[in-house]
Structure formats: structure tokens, C-alpha cells
């Protein structure tokens, strides 16, 4: 290995390295009483290695923020590939979501800290991220709907404003993803905190399952 990709290469985990830390001690202890010197201390460098990589701890707040985010939508990916039912990948999705936040619960805490402490900021990089999955998630959903597998919502008048599948599946996919996240939410702020999926669960048989015959339950 050469010696500018070895330096690239232990920069990129040093990077991750302190993302890691930052993340489970902002979780613990929000953002105001976090320390840099305390994820400094935990990884075993000097304050001036931290502000190397992340100059303020703002950016190494969004960073995390960023990465999160990140994570999820490559999670969902992974688990809807491959499966060639739009249903079925669509039932994917939800699971993905449940089971990543399952594992990660202290990612709830982070963006509770990060929207408490840069509202317009959280705003645009949650808009930026959502706006990806919910063009996809309404593709799916729009597959789904034409191939009949789902029913398309009864749609307000006037028609003019509500033509056609795309806007049903648009009505649709807006509401799955609310109740999605409103799942999360209220499970996490709640006394039960390991129950995601087996919510999910129920939101697959509750909006996805007419027909109970494509339900394997």
C-alpha cells in the first residue's frame, strides 16, 4: 500500500473512530453537556485531534446527523434488494426501519438533541433525506397500487386537483411514512422501547394486507 493511501486510510478510520465515541456520549448526555475533551479522553488523543476533523463541535454534532441518516437509507436499501414483489419491498422498507431503530435506539436521542438544539438546520437535513425516501417509498407504492396488491385511498374533490395513481400513491406513501415515524417516536418516548418491529409488524397487516391472503402471518 502506498504511503498517501495508508495516511487516507487511517484518517478515515480515525474520523469514524471519533464519530463512534461522539455519538454514544452526545446520546447519553445531549449536547450541552457533552465535553469535546470527554470523547477525546474516551478515544485516548489530545482535544486537538478531535478539532482536526471537526473544527466545532456543531459540525461534529451534524456529522453524526449526516451519517445517521445515511446509514438508515443504505439499511433500507439492502433489505428491499433483490426482491422483485413491489409489495413485498415495500413490507421490506417498514422492517428495515423498525429493526435499524431497534438497534440503535440512541440515534432517537440524537436527533431529539440536535432538533432542540438547530431547528432550521435538523429541518433541512431531515427534508433533504426524506425527500430521497419518499420519492422511492411513493414509486413503490404507486407499482403497487397499478398491479392492484393495494388499494389506492378515496381521494377528495375536485377530481382536476386528484388525477390518477400518483396522486393516491403520493396520499398513500406520506401517510405509511407518518405513521412510521409516529411508531418510533412513540414507542421510544414510552415505557416499552423494544417493540418496534413487532409494530411494524402490525402497520405491514393494518395498511399493506387487504387481502389477507398475501398476509403469511
Known amino acids: 500500500m502506498k504511503r498517501q493511501e495508508r495516511i487516507k486510510e487511517i484518517k478515515a478510520r480515525r474520523y469514524q473512530e471519533i464519530l463512534d465515541a461522539a455519538t454514544g456520549i452526545f ?4 449536547y450541552h453537556l457533552t465535553d469535546v475533551e470527554v470523547i477525546a479522553d474516551k478515544l485516548g488523543v489530545g482535544k486537538g485531534t478531535i478539532y482536526r476533523y471537526f473544527p466545532t463541535k456543531e459540525k461534529l454534532f451534524t456529522a453524526i446527523m449526516e451519517q445517521m441518516m445515511h446509514q438508515l437509507a443504505g439499511i433500507i436499501a439492502a433489505k428491499a434488494q ?3 414483489n413491489p409489495l413485498e419491498r415495500l413490507r421490506a422498507v417498514i422492517r428495515g426501519h423498525m429493526e435499524f431503530f431497534e ?15 438547530y431547528k432550521e438546520k435538523a429541518r433541512e437535513i431531515y427534508m433533504r433525506h426524506y425527500s430521497r425516501g419518499f420519492k422511492r417509498t411513493q414509486a413503490l407504492v404507486h407499482e403497487c397500487i397499478d398491479k392492484g396488491l393495494i388499494k389506492a385511498p378515496s381521494l377528495p374533490r375536485p377530481p382536476m386537483l386528484h388525477r390518477g395513481t400518483q396522486a393516491g400513491a403520493k396520499l398513500c406513501a406520506s401517510i405509511l411514512i407518518d405513521i412510521c415515524y409516529g411508531i418510533l417516536f412513540t414507542t421510544f418516548l414510552g415505557a416499552s422501547k423494544r417493540v418496534f418491529r413487532e409494530k411494524g409488524r402490525y402497520l405491514e397487516e393494518l395498511l399493506l394486507c387487504g387481502d389477507k391472503k398475501m398476509c403469511d402471518v
Open 27 to 30: 446520546a447519553r448526555h445531549g
Open 82 to 84: 433483490g426482491i422483485s
Open 103 to 117: 438497534k440503535n435506539m440512541h440515534i432517537l436521542e440524537i436527533f431529539v438533541h440536535y432538533r432542540s438544539e
